[in-house]
């Protein structure tokens, strides 16, 4: 079922939480609401589930108004951040509360309930879990019976609110691919909210980037990495270095200001990844000393101070053995890659790099 | 096993059996010899004569009464309580405490001029055909407003360890309000409830102070057990006196006996988890 969010606003007190947003989501895609705690996300899923209600703007599901539908009649999954599950029922019980609770019109006979709950608890890989209580599992099983239990109502619309957040880094990585699997299997509309960026990137079909109540950008993980759309998603998708056209006066001319634009108003922003190191000057390139070396994993992190600023640097275990970097040693920049934002008004875009 | 914190087991149960003989154990058991002074058909006379078990009647029902609507109002204040804020809530709060603080005989007196016929709220119901004080209705009255703090300070602490999310995952999961109180939050604080329950219960039953002021004490009507004991106590009956108390004893242990092991059975079916974890 497809989303529509038209022009939503929300306040708490003088707090904006939310500031006129607009969003599609497309039927059977699988969303990330990506942003800093008290960018809004969490208040605009609790929208979109009805647990919270908009001062101005519409919610619809599949075209049709539901922005005053109570969370009953919503028909959405929801899955909590602290799963949620009701802790004197067992697994089975759980996951089965959905099915028992609709009027008895439309509730299923006990045999087909069991069927449904099994079926289930096989799909999240937990159905010789079925009897034991929330308080007997792991986190990682948890949320996996939370997911069992908001399916089992057949919602049309998955709602996810930081749902690996409480987990630690290696069950949530085997979490969000096993998500991104169930998905694929499943294909039901889905929006979570993460503030972890590298979830949002490997687990969504597409990201939608939220600041301080508004929606700063929308892609697929590729674009809103590869091209943020402001100095925002640049900073927060990733490390960055910034370097102030002011400043470094040299590489300003490499990043080809546009017309109109005085040296001195931009910023210019490269991933450590696009900076090389050389050995020797070369035009445009920035004079730099050595200050640390870490070796972290695959890749080499270099500080290097250019004046008195910091600049980081990530090479590959390869090109940092070719170099053969040690602390003090004097070396030049090249970036391979920038883009240029104008210093102020924040966000407005002058042009974009080699 | 990691090491405790507290003294060995050992050393742990021994002061906890001495304590508990000192405190509790030591004057029941001299009470049960005082009146085994007694042959078996004396106490029985006493332990069944009429006015004796009217009294037992009156307490027990008003007890058992009063523990009832605390327990459905008990529930409902500290839902309040934990649930919404609201100006004055500190207030209100530190009220809930007040009947542990009051002398009885103050709060028997306070409720016994309110409740009279000329009283502040006497002087409205006499006229519609209630009379509260001087009634059995008015031991309930003194034994609710006594016992209210059980009940509020036993369920506060097992209310806020509910999350209000577990209500908002039963409304998304298509439960009306009735149903995620009775499925999802009674069961949860049901245990906490029926301690509470119990205390103020136990509270009511052995309470004295306030009830003779409030109750008018006519024999076989408002007339409670504590009080026909203190009568005989008065005449030098001591034995006699000994002799109720037993009754009183055996039964109220017989009661707390089997809402504990209710209470023990719901507790094995709820967290079997806890145990095995």
């Known amino acids: 079922m497809s989303i529509e969010i038209r022009g939503i606003g929300k306040r708490f007190g003088n707090f904006v939480a939310l500031d006129n947003i607009d969003l599609d989501i497309p039927s059977g895609e699988l969303v990330a609401l990506l942003g800093p705690s008290g960018c809004g996300k969490t208040t605009l899923l609790r929208i979109i589930a009805g647990m919270e209600s908009p001062d101005h703007g519409q919610v619809l599901f599949e075209g049709e108004e539901a922005t005053h539908l109570h969370v009953r009649e919503r028909k959405v999954g929801f899955v909590f951040q602290h799963y949620a599950l009701f802790r004197h029922m067992t697994v089975f019980e759980n996951v089965a509360f959905g099915l028992r609770v609709k009027p008895r019109h439309e509730r299923p006979s006990e045999a087909e309930i069991r069927r449904r709950v099994t079926d289930l608890l096989k799909l999240v890989q937990l159905d010789w879990l079925a009897e034991r209580y929330p308080s007997q599992l792991s986190g990682g099983q948890r949320q996996r019976i939370a997911l069992a239990r908001a399916l089992a109502v057949e919602p049309k619309v998955l709602l996810l609110d930081e749902p690996f957040g409480a987990l630690d880094t290696r069950v949530r990585k085997e979490l969000r691919r096993w998500l991104r699997r169930l998905h694929d299997e499943v294909h039901i509309s889905s929006v979570f909210v993460t503030h972890d960026q590298e979830e949002a990137l490997e687990v969504a079909d597409r990201v939608v980037v939220m600041n301080q109540g508004r929606i700063e950008q929308i892609g697929t993980p590729d674009e809103v990495y590869s091209r943020p759309a402001s100095p925002f998603v640049y900073r927060f998708l990733g490390d960055v270095n910034v370097f102030h056209s002011r400043l470094h006066g040299a590489w300003a001319e490499i990043n080809r200001l546009p017309e109109g634009a005085h040296a001195g108003e931009a910023l210019a922003f490269i991933r450590p990844h696009d900076i090389d190191i050389e050995r020797f000057e070369q035009a445009g390139s920035l004079a730099a000393r050595v200050q640390e070396v870490h070796a972290i994993g695959p890749s080499v992190r270099v500080e290097l101070a250019h004046g008195s600023e910091l600049i980081e640097v990530e090479l590959t275990r390869e090109r940092a053995n070719a170099l053969g970097l040690s602390r003090g040693d004097q070396v030049w920049l090249r970036p391979r890659q920038v883009r240029v934002f104008a210093a102020e008004p924040a966000g407005e875009e002058f042009g974009s790099g080699i | ?277």
């Open chain 2, 1 to 277: 096993m990691a090491r405790n914190v507290l003294p060995g087991f050992r050393l742990g149960l021994g002061y906890t059996l001495l304590y508990l003989s000192l405190i509790v154990l030591l004057p029941l058991a001299a009470l049960v010899f005082k009146s085994a002074e007694l042959s078996a058909a004396q106490f029985w006379d006493i332990a069944t004569g009429e006015r004796a078990l009217a009294s037992l009647r009156v307490t027990f029902g008003s007890a058992l009464i009063a523990a009832l609507i605390n327990a459905a109002f008990g529930l409902l204040t500290a839902w309040v309580l934990v649930r919404y804020t609201f100006p004055g809530k500190r207030f209100v709060d530190a009220l809930v405490d007040l009947p542990f603080a009051l002398p009885t005989a103050v709060a028997g007196i306070t409720l016994a001029t309110l409740y009279a016929g000329n009283g502040w709220i006497g002087r409205h119901l006499e006229p519609l055909g209630f009379k509260v004080a001087f009634t059995p209705v008015g031991i309930v009255v003194a034994l609710t407003f006594i016992s209210l703090p059980f009940v509020v300070r036993t369920l506060q602490p097992v209310i806020e360890d509910i999350e209000p999310e577990i209500e908002e995952a039963a409304a998304v999961l298509g439960a009306s309000r009735w149903q995620t109180f009775r499925l999802v939050l009674l069961p949860a604080i049901l245990p906490a409830l029926i301690t509470g329950f119990t205390l103020a219960f136990s509270r009511a039953i052995g309470e004295y102070g306030s009830v003779i002021f409030i109750a008018g004490n006519m024999p076989f009507i408002s007339e409670i057990t504590p009080l026909l004991i203190v009568a005989k106590l008065e005449q030098y009956d001591i034995v006699g006196a000994t002799a109720l108390a037993v009754v009183m004893l055996v039964i109220s242990f017989a009661l707390l006996l089997a809402v504990n092991a209710l209470q023990w059975r719901m507790a094995n079916r709820h967290s079997a988890a806890g145990a095995r974890r």
